[in-house]
């Protein structure tokens, strides 16, 4: 096509760049994200009543996004992440149990701790293919609850580990009744983590990620280290589902067994697809949806709830692979096309 | 060495329900190639189906047989709707698939039977215990063996034997080939589908008494079942076979004499087990 039937779209093709960059390499922030964002820090201002439930939804939606690091952009599927949430969550709770009850830090060590759990499981994992894979994954997440119900002089067992508490976020704020510190806190936390993970995939690292999803073979032809690659995105991944796990704790005040269980792991992988999986913000609108829909179904009976959400992931199983933001981009890129085609329409007649 | 013995026989009699119900999940996965996580759901709506059968006055008995031709046309059906479809799609859509699958059927079994665990009325000649050479052996886990055994040499000769068996076996190796040849690849897994699936129905009215039945069966012993799958190579008779007793029997008697350990064993085991053999004990597929 002549340059004259395409009207030129962006501004700033007129200046040519200096440097090339491959498509998947861009990453400055667009409008949406910026409006993200912002809609975000609202419920601080609007849903004053809402602020504990938006912080978990906020939690849920940074432990998506952990887990879209490995499936979304590396392809793992794993039936086990909440190990890693879990481990993260005990390690926070524990520590301001034992009477060191700074945040920050905790959240630092949190992270470490479940990062050197998953980079000590993720050679069992990047071991296997297949159906041996997603079984190490399964296996890993059981044999650590297992291990916390059995470890419940420690632990707390079924009954959870209580008596914690959460000291002033840099020294200045409390955590107040209503969540306000909490939310700010949790918020604050998503943000860098977000940031950093926006970078790591539209570096060249989450370039050959990529690259090993679509076809491992032919990255290890080309010459990619994928073993090592998948090694450190996966203790990577951990290590942000640890920053999850104890953003959880430290923000109730309580780790149950349930944050290591299976409901977790697959409530995750759930929230992720309906968002939409290797989209960084599928995770966001993800868990959005699904901690209201699990609120509002949840309260007729906890039966409906796992009801429903079981048509809705058959549903997206077959029809809607993408998940929300797959199909939205795909309705965007329609709609351009034939805004694209309309407006050559009319050049391309006067011409004839 | 009394006690010994007794652990070991519940072992096999625990390993021999795992393998009636995984022998449809291992042919599954290794014909098909589906990672059916909602295979313990068949094995849970068998189970259901037997207490509710029982309690409209139907022998426990035979009940069995009616479970597996229940479960079976369940299993075509779904075959027919779901399975078929999935059988292209990536691995994710198999998992989420399946898993939305299992969520609904626990959730339908929790809404219709209630959270509380079941029974059913064993005939008289199943309870109690028989004495083989001076040690007390349950009846009802000796049945449970004999009847997987007979089951067992039936399931070899027609998978070794006869027609159909053949055209499985030449499925599972090469399924375009297959089709090529003239076998009704189709046709082929659906029967086979269903068939995996009845055994499921089946043993999950045997595992009533062994396992006890709740809602939440389906999620709980699906590890068990995939376990011996993986571990035992999927699409292997031999392996699956193996796979059962031998994690059956660490099972039961890592429970028993280690009881603080628990689950880990079995856990532990088959992380060993994958590692050493990644591709499953008989595993046909590299």
Redesign the interface.
């Known amino acids: 096509m002549s340059s004259d039937v395409v009207p030129p779209v962006d501004a700033s093709a007129s200046a040519p760049p200096i440097v090339a960059r491959a498509p998947g390499l861009d990453d400055r922030f667009g409008r949406l994200e910026i409006v993200f964002w912002l809609l975000a820090i609202a419920p601080l201002l609007v849903l004053p009543d809402y602020l504990v439930l938006a912080s978990q939804v906020l939690i849920a939606a940074l432990f998506a996004l952990s887990l879209d690091l490995i499936?979304g952009y590396a392809g793992i599927?794993s039936?086990g992440h909440a190990a890693f949430f879990g481990v993260g969550a005990y390690v926070a709770g524990l520590l301001s149990v034992r009477g060191h009850a700074e945040p920050l830090s905790g959240l630092v060590v949190a992270a470490l701790a479940s990062g050197v759990v998953g980079f000590c499981t993720s050679f069992?994992v990047v071991?296997?293919?297949?159906?041996?894979r997603?079984?190490?994954t399964?296996?890993?997440g059981?044999?650590l609850h297992?291990?916390a119900?059995?470890a419940s002089s420690v632990t707390g067992g079924t009954d959870g580990l209580s008596g914690m508490e959460t000291s002033d976020l840099l020294s200045l704020l409390p955590f107040d009744m209503l969540g306000k510190t909490a939310y700010l806190y949790v918020l604050g936390v998503c943000f860098v983590v977000f940031l950093l993970v926006r970078r790591l995939v539209h570096s060249p690292f989450g370039l050959s990620l990529r690259g090993i999803r679509e076809n491992e073979r032919r990255m290890h032809a080309l010459g990619a280290p994928v073993q090592r690659r998948l090694i450190e995105v996966y203790t990577l991944a951990a290590a942000l589902a640890g920053v999850a796990g104890a953003l959880s704790a430290q923000t109730t005040e309580f780790v149950g067994l349930e944050t290591l269980g299976?409901d977790r792991s697959?409530g995750a992988?759930?929230m992720l697809?309906l968002g939409g999986?290797g989209r960084l913000y599928g995770a966001f609108v993800g868990s959005c949806l699904f901690m209201l829909l699990q609120s509002v179904f949840s309260d007729i009976?906890p039966?409906?709830?796992?009801?429903w959400?079981?048509?809705?992931?058959?549903l997206?199983?077959?029809f809607a692979?993408g998940g929300i933001l797959g199909y939205a981009s795909d309705m965007l890129m329609r709609l351009r096309e034939r805004r694209a085609l309309s407006a050559a329409a009319p050049a391309a007649r006067t011409r004839a | 060495m009394a006690s010994f013995f007794g652990i070991v026989f519940d072992g096999v009699a625990y390993g021999s329900l795992l393998f009636l119900i995984s022998i449809g999940l291992s042919v599954t996965?290794g014909l098909m190639n589906i990672?059916n996580l909602a295979h313990g759901a068949f094995a849970m709506f068998g189970g259901y189906l037997s207490v509710w059968l029982s309690a409209r006055g139907v022998p426990f008995l035979v009940t069995l047989p009616l479970c597996f031709v229940a479960l079976g046309l369940a299993g075509a059906g779904c075959e027919r709707v779901f399975y078929q479809?999935?059988r292209r799609?990536s691995?994710?859509?198999?998992?989420?698939?399946t898993?939305?699958?299992?969520?609904?059927?626990?959730?339908?079994a929790?809404?219709v039977w209630g959270p509380v665990e079941q029974r059913v009325e064993l005939p008289g000649a199943l309870r109690g215990q028989l004495q083989v050479l001076g040690v007390g052996l349950g009846a009802y886990r000796a049945f449970l063996i004999a009847l997987v055994a007979v089951l067992s040499i039936g399931l070899v000769l027609l998978v070794e034997k006869t027609t159909f068996g053949a055209r499985v076996r030449a499925s599972v190796d090469n399924e375009s080939v297959s089709a090529g040849l003239g076998i009704p690849v189709d046709r082929v897994f659906c029967l086979t589908f269903a068939f995996g699936s009845g055994l499921a129905g089946l043993g999950g009215a045997l595992s009533i008494d062994v396992l006890g039945l709740e809602p939440t069966f389906a999620?709980k012993y699906l590890?068990y079942f995939?376990?011996v799958?993986?571990v035992g190579g999927?699409g292997s008779l031999g392996g699956t076979a193996v796979a059962s007793l031998v994690l059956g029997s660490f099972d039961v008697a890592g429970k028993y004499y280690v009881p603080?350990?628990?689950?880990?064993i079995i856990?532990?085991l088959?992380?060993v087990l994958?590692?050493v053999f990644?591709?499953g004990l008989y595993g046909r597929r590299a």
């Open positions: 499936l599927v039936l069992l071991g296997g293919h297949g159906l041996t997603l079984m190490v399964l296996a890993v059981l044999s297992e291990a119900n059995q299976f697959a992988l759930v697809v999986a009976h039966a409906y709830w796992q009801f959400m079981g048509c809705l992931v058959m997206i199983a077959f692979r | 996965m990672v479809r999935l799609r691995q994710l859509d198999q998992v989420l698939f898993i939305g699958l299992t969520f609904v059927a626990v959730a339908s929790m809404l999620l590890v995939l376990l799958v993986s999927a603080e350990v628990g689950a880990f856990y532990g088959m992380i994958l590692l990644p591709a």
